[in-house]
């Protein structure tokens, strides 16, 4: 078999990427591990950055998120008992949508097969071979059957626990291991809020969202290596109420709960991201702790400068976007985690800090809530930064 990309991987990077890809008349072929129910249906990020939208849109795929999303003009911040309203419209003229990740994937596939796009899912053994010769290959193994795909790339969209960040030599990582995680859940109850609302409260940090007008997606820092039969629901939810709570009464609503999982927080980045013919996109290269809303931001940001670089590849032979692809991707990646640091530390308490370190966050979290820079600041990182090649902050 030969293709023009070969893509490891069906998440939002990769599936993205193909999808661009197809518009502008390369050849792709996706190879996925896992069977298309189970990426379907996994539950993960859920609010998708101004440019994100526009990106979707661009590749074909708005008409469901247009209707089914919801547009975001603003974000709450919550500490000691009172509310503070961050408004991303009128500080920077941009948006957020909240549209779970997989229906995200779920439109991407769609898309994909109805154009004759050759995904394949289930399939295992991806190994990664010639990586720095012009004739790259990758074999696996699909329904009892090895194959062997030839391309000009290979693109290592395979998240964080894939194969294809392993074969770059003499990779460095940066990583950041935060001392707690999320337990996170979703729940049949209509959001108790119009938008989302991050808490900082002595127990810990408390996060309501929402993927729907019925469903509300609720987090709860725990300690780092809890055991989820600790958190049965009423507990969960007698914290959620505690943390939430103000002073003007807010009423937060319950209901069944339809999924609930812990993770663990960590920040890690992998540079170069690129080695010869192999190029890598979103988790396979960085992750994110979720306080910003990132990750899937990030996938689809490294995925734009991948489709503009094999496109100006295949029209023009220019070698040049690609040589700089991890320059550009990581700017971006590198000023998205410390955002996202910058966010986590300010509302998670820290089992190993002080009553000093409290009252810095509290100081960090009334500035940001009064000032108007400070509060432009949050809202230009969390609605997400341009895109063009070389942008400033200017
Ligand atoms: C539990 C959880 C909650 C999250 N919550 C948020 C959130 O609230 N906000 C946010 O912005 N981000 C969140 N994220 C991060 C976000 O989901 C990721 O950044 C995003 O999925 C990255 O997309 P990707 O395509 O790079 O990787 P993935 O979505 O991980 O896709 C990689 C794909 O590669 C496949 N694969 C792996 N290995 C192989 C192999 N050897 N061969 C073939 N295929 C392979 C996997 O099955 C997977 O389908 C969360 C992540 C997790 C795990």
């Known amino acids: 078999m030969r293709t023009q990309v070969a893509v490891i991987g069906a998440g939002p990077a990769g599936l993205l990427l193909s999808q661009l890809l197809h518009l502008q008349g390369i050849d792709s072929v996706i190879l996925e591990r896992r069977d298309r129910d189970y990426v379907e249906h996994r539950v993960r ?135 707690f995680s999320w ?34 997606r609720m987090y709860l820092q725990v300690p780092l290596s809890e055991d989820i039969a600790a958190w049965p629901d009423e507990r969960i939810w007698s914290e959620l109420h505690t943390r939430l709570a103000t002073d003007d009464g807010f009423a937060l609503t319950e209901g069944p709960l339809l999924d609930k999982g812990i993770t663990p927080m960590r920040s890690f980045v992998a540079t170069p991201m690129q080695h010869g013919r192999l190029l890598l996109a979103g988790d396979a290269a960085h992750i994110v702790p979720p306080t910003g809303a990132k990750g899937m931001n990030l996938a689809i940001a490294d995925v734009r400068l991948l489709s503009h670089a094999l496109a100006g590849y295949y029209t023009e032979r220019r070698e040049d976007l690609l040589a700089d692809y991890t320059d550009f991707a990581l700017k971006r990646v590198w000023r998205a985690t410390h955002f996202s640091w910058w966010m986590t530390t300010m509302l998670h308490t820290d089992p190993h800090d002080d009553a000093f370190s409290e009252q810095l966050a509290l100081a960090q979290l009334d500035y940001v809530t009064t000032s108007r820079a400070m509060s432009t600041s949050l809202a230009e990182n969390y609605t997400g930064l341009p895109y063009e090649r070389g942008w400033s902050y200017r």
């Open 45 to 179: 990020a859920g609010v998708l950055e101004h440019g994100t939208v526009e990106t979707l849109r661009e590749a074909g795929v708005g008409n469901r998120l247009d209707s089914e999303g919801l547009r975001h003009e603003g974000t709450e911040l919550r500490f000691a008992r009172a509310a503070h309203r961050i408004d991303f419209a009128e500080l920077t003229g941009r948006t957020i949508t909240v549209y779970g990740q997989q229906e995200v994937v779920k439109d991407l596939i769609a898309a994909r097969l109805d154009a004759g796009g050759d995904l394949r899912f289930e399939v295992t053994a991806v190994a990664l071979h010639d990586l720095d010769t012009d004739r790259p290959r990758v074999t696996f193994d699909h329904q009892g059957e090895p194959g062997a795909l030839e391309a000009d790339f290979v693109i290592g969209a395979d998240g964080f626990h894939g194969v294809s960040r392993r074969q770059v030599p003499g990779l460095r990582v940066y990583e950041r291991a935060y001392p």
């Open 183 to 216: 337990l996170g859940i979703l729940s049949e109850a209509p959001p108790s809020s119009q938008e989302l609302i991050y808490a900082r409260h002595a127990n810990g940090f408390a996060l309501h969202s929402m993927r729907s007008p019925t469903v509300t």
